[in-house]
């Protein structure tokens, strides 16, 4: 029986791993590691099919240690006690042991303790694989004992070199045209594996003649594309949605916008955000904003998917597109420390309310200047606490509306200061 091209592809030297020069090039990581002679336990950090597995197979042979493998998906306790048993005998005859562990996120914070005693004490070197950020999947201890190495997802030349090493293996080229090769790269979305099996159901037509984009695409179906909306990739792209717009950036916006979707992203979840960002990034410098991401939210939410789409997608251009202002969001925040700060100060005597003759004598409402009989209908009265200095908390940007939310706050501090002078 035939292997699978991805077997029959696999590399056998570090040097021939694509994609991961940063690691396993002349002045990579692991080339210098193992030329030290000190191969330290690895936490492999990448997404699927960029060589997690390959590497660690690598340095156990270069490395001269005997290679075990076990998933988290499938293993437990006593899978663990009899690798670490094995391991221990190994290692009183003077043999070493690499301990590769794929999907370790999926082991439990106990299972993941077990594996500290074993790393202290040189019984094996583990290199564990994961899809998930080291950070919140793996335990603190583990990961303290372990240096993390991020595996990069295989760019458009590393997928054409992956592609020809397939044709050479398989003896033709593959029957597509220049644009579907293209695209025969990109539906692979970083994964060489995926894209060797993609490349094993080509090599089966028997027609030599060139596939287009449309004939690739009636072949194969599809990948979905990597998104989890439960995990790490959910929030890198909500991140680089709020930055896109934050940069003023709509056509980045609009791209990360569509990739949440294609990803299966609850549209809501989206409105929510983009209203957010409208209060926090646009604010005053555009009052319109928020107005018109609770207006889209409101049209999704009476249309729904797929027409309801279109109304936040509008939203999202809007907010690339409108002047920025975060003074809002620092004010109030500013605003929160000094309250919590002041504790409980009592409004100026002044400004408080007298329904009662014992309130008036306490001189509730003394003094206090009706701003509508004033000149400029402006009392310029203090109504911070007693005992608090005026603070500043709100200043307008330069920018948008709030150019003139400026000057009026501007005008209003001059005649503040010319009636207290």
């Not at 002045?27 to 590497?55: D, E, F």
């Not at 604010?283 to 309801?308: F, K």
């Not at 400029?376 to 948008?400: C, E, K, M, V």
Request: hydrophobic share 40%; charged share 25%; with cysteine.
């Amino acid at each position: 029986m035939i292997a699978p091209l991805a077997d029959r592809l696999r590399p056998r030297a570090l040097d021939e791993v694509v994609g991961q020069e940063h690691l396993v090039g002349p002045a990579g990581t692991l080339t210098r590691m193992l030329g030290r002679g000190s191969l330290a336990s690895l936490v492999l950090w990448g997404p699927p099919g960029v060589g997690k597995t390959t590497i660690a197979r690598l340095l156990a042979s270069q490395a001269s240690l005997e290679f075990v493998q076990l998933s988290a998906v499938f293993s437990g306790v006593a899978d663990l006690k009899r690798v670490f048993e094995e391991a221990t005998k190994r290692r009183r005859l003077g043999e070493g042991t690499l301990l590769f562990v794929d999907e370790i996120h999926r082991f439990n914070r106990a299972q993941q303790d077990g594996f500290l005693p074993v790393v202290e004490n040189g019984t094996v070197v583990l290199v564990g694989a994961t899809t998930e950020n080291p950070s919140f999947a793996l335990n603190g201890a583990l990961l303290s004992r372990c240096q993390v190495l991020v595996l990069k997802r295989l760019d458009d030349a590393a997928m054409e070199l992956i592609l020809a090493r397939a044709e050479d293996v398989v003896g033709r080229r593959v029957p597509l045209d220049e644009e579907a090769r293209g695209t025969l790269r990109a539906m692979a979305d970083g994964d060489g594996r995926y894209l060797l099996n993609l490349v094993e159901q080509l090599a089966a037509v028997e027609d030599p003649t060139p596939m287009d984009t449309a004939g690739l695409s009636e072949l194969l179906s599809k990948r979905a594309a990597l998104y989890d909306k439960d995990r790490e990739e959910h929030y890198n792209l909500i991140s680089a949605l709020h930055k896109s717009l934050r940069g003023s950036d709509p056509d980045a916006a609009l791209y990360w916008f569509a990739r949440m979707l294609t990803g299966g992203e609850d549209p809501r979840f989206i409105a929510r955000r983009l209203v957010r960002f409208a209060s926090e990034d646009v604010g005053l410098a555009d009052p319109q904003a928020v107005v018109q991401a609770l207006a889209g939210w409101e049209t999704y939410e009476r249309l729904g998917s797929p027409e309801g789409e279109l109304a936040l997608a509008q939203v999202v251009l809007y907010l690339g597109s409108a002047p920025k202002s975060n003074a809002a969001y620092t004010a109030f925040k500013a605003a929160m420390r000094a309250a919590k700060q002041t504790g409980s100060l009592m409004p100026p005597a002044h400004i408080l309310n007298a329904p009662t003759k014992m309130m008036k004598n306490l001189g509730y409402g003394a003094g206090y200047a009706y701003d509508h009989d004033q000149e400029d209908a402006f009392s310029g009265q203090n109504y911070f606490p007693d005992g608090l200095a005026r603070q500043n908390f709100y200043t307008p940007r330069d920018r948008g509306f709030e150019r003139e939310l400026g000057k009026r706050l501007d005008h209003w501090s001059r005649l503040r200061q010319d009636k207290k002078t």
